[in-house]
């Protein structure tokens, strides 16, 4: 894949085998789920987030810190890891994640991280914290290409994570105007975006849908919220830090 634009998307996780990321900035997204969750307990002080690959990297990683210093939070195919805080923004805050690193496992947006780490810079953007962390990866990397990673669900293609990316392009258009240079998947983001209310999106999504069946409709509706978080949080090393 030949990538010859400023401002690029991709609509899953697995698309990021055919890019070279070196030297790119990417802000992965994983609406509904991972990135949410990360900028939410960042808000909320917690010291750093570890993402993890799976449930058995995720307790291996606990045994390596001392006792009541961390929580291990995560989900597989929506269903909480046994043991596990809660995986959602709301009631992982609720659990409690002040002043603890939080180790986290879910089933595509901490590995969407993972995939991402050759960038020059990795951030875990949302609809909540959008503007944070684009303007921030305008004024930490002013002439980098930006590359918006979407998570997607185990190779397939999530709605809420694309209109994310459309509301993460058009904010970039605001700042970057005729230099924006858009591909095409960023145009097509940017308009499903423009085309209607990013609730409604998310409510309609499979992910969405699955969620509120399960009483989780408060979730939803707190993940498709725009900018009420400043927190920008960065990968460093292993761990997911607010700048």
Do not use: W
Not at 125 to 136: D, I, Q, S
Not at 157 to 168: H, T
Not at 210 to 220: A, F, T
Request: a neutral charge.
């Amino acid at each position: 894949m030949i990538l010859d634009h400023r401002v690029h998307v991709l609509g899953r996780k697995e698309d990021i085998d055919a890019v070279r990321v070196p030297g790119k900035v990417a802000l992965v997204l994983d609406v509904l789920f991972a990135t949410s969750t990360i900028a939410t307990a960042l808000a909320h002080r917690a010291a750093a987030v570890i993402p993890a690959l799976d449930e058995a990297a995720a307790r291996a990683e606990g045994a390596r810190h001392a006792k009541g210093a961390v929580v291990l939070a995560g989900e597989l195919y929506a269903d909480t890891l046994p043991g596990f805080a809660p995986p959602t923004p709301l009631a992982l805050v609720e659990h409690g994640v002040g002043g603890k690193q939080v180790i986290y496992s879910t089933t595509n947006g901490t590995i969407a991280l993972h995939a991402a780490a050759g960038a020059r810079a990795v951030y875990a953007a949302a609809l909540l914290n959008g503007r944070a962390v684009v303007e921030h990866a305008l004024r930490a990397h002013p002439d980098a290409t930006v590359l918006i990673v979407c998570a997607g669900s185990m190779g397939n293609f999530n709605l809420e994570d694309f209109v994310g990316a459309g509301y993460l392009v058009e904010l970039l258009v605001e700042r970057l105007g005729a230099h924006a240079d858009l591909s095409d998947a960023a145009r097509a983001a940017r308009t499903l975006f423009r085309a209607g209310d990013p609730l409604a999106a998310l409510v309609e999504s499979r992910v969405g849908r699955m969620m509120i069946e399960r009483g989780l409709r408060h979730e939803v509706e707190y993940a498709a919220q725009r900018s009420v978080l400043e927190v920008v949080p960065h990968l460093s090393g292993s761990r997911i830090v607010a700048v």
